[in-house]
Every structure is written in C-alpha cells, then in structure tokens.
C-alpha cells in the first residue's frame, strides 16, 4: 500500500479481554516501531523490529504486552487481560531501514478504550 | 537517557500571523537528529522538518523554520504565515545517531483562528 495503514482504526473492549492491533508496513520498510500515546501525553516507544533480528522489547509497561512481525511483513501488538490504563492511541511507523537517517513514516492508529 | 521537553501546552495564532513552538532536550551524544512532527485530528503523525545536529545551518521547509541551538539544546519550530489547516498538535522529538528509536516531547496544541 500507498502508507502504513493500522487496523482497527478504533477498538472498545471490555476489561479483562484480550486485543490484538494489526499494522501493516509500508512494502520494503526493514524497520517497524510501535508506540503508545496517552490523552495528552507524547509518544511512548514500546517495541522495534529490524528485519529479521530480535526485537528490542525495552519499552513495552508489562508482560500482558505482546508483539510479533513475521520478517519484513504485518506486526501485530497484542494487550492480554486489558486494563482502564491501556487505554490509548497505539501508533506504528516503519522506515526503510533503521535509525536517525531515514524517516519514518506513520499510520493513524488504533484508538483503544479499556471500559 | 535522552529528554524532550515542550513547555507550551497550547498556544494560538492568527491566521497569517507568526507563531513559535519551544523545544528544549538533554542529551549526552553529540551526534542526533531532531524533528518536529505535526498530528492533526487524523492523528496521522507528519514530519515537518527536522535538523541534523552536526549542521550550523538551521533547517527551512517552506513556511516552517527552526532555531537549533545546539550550546542552549534548543530546538524551536516557526511557522510563517499561519494558515488554518496548521491547526495542529506539534511534537518535538529526538533521535541520537546510534539509536532508532525517536523520543518524543508532550506536544504543543496549536490553534490558528481566523
């Protein structure tokens, strides 16, 4: 596709369920982040992917965050057993490869509401 | 650990008038990146400009400038003739040169009236 697109677009569930995010990279992009924004607040980084190293899981809250990318395609993020204070915006970008040099580009999130 | 700090929560601005954002980081490296990015309610994140540390010259993109002060660690964003699809939050973000992931000040909540 044309930009990173990220799926849902807005998410409501119910505390205690689990969520899965869906981000889609733009084709040929290496590099995969994911961020947190809270309401009002900037964004938190919560994972990286490059290629097919490890991820650099440094930034997720907790362990009922999970996140997952098959090579260079689709990652998924997913929030097990959902608290009120997970609910965000969930931002991915991607960039052709890593670092300060290139830019990334963004998708316009998943808004996520923990009820 | 690297900080980006935006001391402006909101601001406003006439239309075709000029307005400011303040940035100011803490870094130990000094070899980074900076940029200024812009989400609108789309909440699509945009780069607008951003300046490599190891330049003198200040970064311009059109009606949008920056004021890097490397000494001070300032990095300031002008917008020239405000226009009001500027209307806007604006995030000030920094990346060392060894890092990949960008760090990101709380945002400025820019309004441009009429």
Same mark, same amino acid.
């Given at each position: 596709? /044309? ?5 849902? *677009? ?43 190293? /490890? ?6 809250? *907790?362990?009922?965050?999970? /996140? ?18 997970? *609910? ?6 991607? *960039? ?20 | ?23 100011? +980081? ?5 070899? +980074? ?20 540390? +190891? ?14 002060? =490397?000494?001070? =660690? ?41």
């Amino acid at each position: 596709g /044309a930009g990173v697109s990220q799926s849902p *677009s807005n998410k409501v569930t119910e505390k205690g369920k689990d969520v899965e995010l869906r981000c889609d990279p733009i084709s040929g992009h290496t590099a995969l982040y994911w961020y947190r924004q809270r309401l009002g607040q900037g964004l938190e980084f919560l994972i990286y992917f490059q290629g097919n190293s /490890a991820p650099d899981k440094s930034g997720l809250p *907790s362990d009922r965050f999970s /996140a997952e990318r098959t090579g260079e395609s689709v990652s998924t993020l997913t929030i097990q057993r959902t608290q009120q204070e997970d *609910s965000a915006v969930y931002l991915c970008a991607s *960039s052709f490869e890593q670092g300060s040099t290139t830019e990334a580009f963004f998708g316009q999130g998943t808004r996520l509401t923990v009820v | 650990a690297q900080t980006v700090t935006q001391s402006q929560p909101e601001m406003s601005v006439q239309e075709a008038e000029t307005v400011t954002l303040s940035c100011t +980081y803490d870094t130990s490296e000094s070899n +980074y990146y900076l940029f200024w990015y812009k989400q609108p309610p789309s909440r699509q994140m945009i780069l607008v400009i951003r300046q490599e540390a +190891y330049k003198q010259q200040n970064a311009t993109e059109n009606r949008f400038s920056v004021n890097f002060q =490397k000494a001070a =660690k300032s990095f300031s964003l002008k917008i020239s003739d405000s226009q009001l699809g500027d209307t806007a939050m604006y995030f000030c973000a920094f990346i060392s040169n060894s890092g990949y992931a960008l760090n990101f000040g709380k945002g400025t909540s820019l309004l441009v009236t009429p």
